[in-house]
């Protein structure tokens, strides 16, 4: 069955640390993988994108990783601030165009 | 930027009645889809949409759900009689053509069936 899986589920961080965020996929065939910001009330915005060949990939202050052997990948965040405070869903691509979606990690960046 | 937009940003409706949520997407892009989210779960594929006709739609896009694109710039999914079980975001998307392009997705609209 193609599907995503995140972890942890949610987390607090104090502003200005960092975090990682895990995902795990089985889909198949795999085209690549993309970490999405959900703003409340907002629809998902992609922060990065990243195919098989990839490994590491950077947006300023996110870098995402990618190891296609074990299929997962994370999603670091670097001197979180209080507008990194989101769902960040883990979603692969898959066969024609079509998505596996995570359920999302749900950070919370406190002052 | 360009951007996907929706309407209306929440609905609120009696379960059996119709609605229609609407989606004006990026003006150049050619291919559609509509996703659900129903609250604390993941976002499942509804369906996708090019050419002026579905071109794959999930288990969860039953009879009761249909989209249309009446015009060059609207995409609407309308939903016949709702059920309770259809409170959920209905977020829609857009790509721009062939080969992999990322989907931009709106900002969503809150179905509420009550």
């Known amino acids: 069955k193609n599907q995503v899986e995140q972890s942890p589920q949610s987390l607090i961080i104090l502003e200005g640390k960092n975090c990682t965020l895990q995902?795990?996929?089985?889909?198949?065939?795999?085209?690549?993988l993309r970490w999405y910001k959900q703003d409340t009330g907002r629809g998902p915005v992609s922060l990065t994108i990243?195919?098989?060949?990839?490994n590491t990939k950077s947006n300023g202050r996110y870098t995402a990783t990618l190891d296609a052997d074990t299929k997962q990948s994370s999603l670091h965040i670097t001197a979180s601030q209080l507008s990194d405070s989101a769902s960040y869903i883990c979603?692969?691509?898959?066969?024609?165009?079509?998505?596996?979606f995570g359920k999302g990690n749900q950070v919370v960046v406190i002052p | 930027e360009p951007e996907v937009t929706q309407t209306p940003s929440h609905q609120v409706t009696q379960m059996g009645q119709e609605v229609i949520l609407r989606c004006v997407p990026i003006?150049?892009?050619?291919?559609f889809y509509w996703y659900r989210q129903i609250l604390g779960q993941k976002v499942e594929f509804l369906v996708s949409f090019y050419n002026n006709e579905i071109s794959e739609k999930s288990e969860i896009f039953d009879d009761q759900f249909s989209v249309e694109r009446p015009d060059g710039s609207n995409f609407t999914l309308k939903i016949r009689s709702t059920k309770l079980e259809d409170s959920a975001m209905y977020f829609c998307?857009?790509?721009?053509?062939?080969?992999?392009?990322?989907?931009?997705f709106g900002p969503g609209t809150r179905l509420t069936v009550l």
């Open positions: 003006s150049n892009h050619l291919y």
């Open positions: 979603v692969a691509h898959y066969g024609n165009n079509r998505l596996a």
């Open positions: 990243m195919t098989f060949s990839e």
């Open positions: 995902c795990n996929y089985t889909v198949s065939p795999f085209s690549n």
């Open positions: 998307a857009s790509r721009a053509g062939q080969g992999y392009n990322e989907q931009f």
